[in-house]
């Protein structure tokens, strides 16, 4: 059974991005402390990029490691692996390039050039997936996801699992390709919806007024086929960060303020 959503609103996206940033951090040593290492499934988008930036303004806990931090993506646009649209290349202007990682610990998805299509590129990053789970001893398709943080676009969906298409309906895999995607690039590559809630915890970092509606549809319970957002859930924790425009079309009841030390 995974976790039932948790809303935090926020002031503005300056605001979300720079508590959602405190938060991962805090997460990642919290993680680190308890069993040697933590993972991240990072996203794309504005607010995820800006949520990346942000993280480079925090101040690490004592002890904490990023060299111990394995990085995975929920989603990548099937372009050149030099091109600026790669969310990939967008991380690692934002923050992965100045920080300790250990290289063999970064797992992006595969480029245009490098594979035929998102199919191969697809089945590719699922053979890893399922590597590095063996290599966890836990025998499963993927390995243990800690935090695996997601956005969502004004049509509901969440890393390039698009309304009423096949990845959102894909379950025997855990990443699918995508070749008609409805905003650009139309080629894409994504972690299915089970690969998704396989995580301890989902965050789902919203910002806008332009997502207000699709954030009220997914929290109202909508079908994951017509709403993507309503069927991400993590095992253990599903969190909803939000700002006041992208929250204002919830109702109060579901509504909780920032929490202490979350805007600073």
Known sequence: MNAEPHVIVHSDVAA??????????????????????????????SLGINTLKAVAAVDVPAGFDWSKVNVWWGDERFVAKDSTDRNERQARDALLDALPLDPTRIHPFGAAGEYTD????????????????ADEGTGGPVPKFDVLLLGVGPDAHIASLFPEMAGIRTED???????????????RVSL?????????????????????????????GASPVQVPAAGARGRKRTVW??????????PEALLAPAESGDED
Do not use: C, F, H, M
């Open 16 to 45: 979300l991005a720079n508590a959602a940033a405190n938060r991962l951090v805090e997460r990642l040593a919290a993680v680190q402390s308890d069993r040697g290492e933590a993972t991240v499934v990072l996203t794309g988008g």
């Open 118 to 133: 998102p199919d191969a590129a697809a089945s590719a990053y699922s053979a890893a997936l399922r590597q590095a789970a």
């Open 173 to 187: 895999r855990s990443a699918v390709g995508e070749t008609e995607a409805p905003k650009p690039p139309p080629e």
């Open 192 to 220: 299915t919806l089970p690969a998704i809630n396989s995580a301890d915890e989902v965050w789902l970092v919203v910002g806008g007024s332009d997502k207000a509606g699709a954030v009220g549809l997914a929290l109202a």
């Open 241 to 250: 960060l939000l700002d006041q425009d992208a929250a204002s079309k919830l």
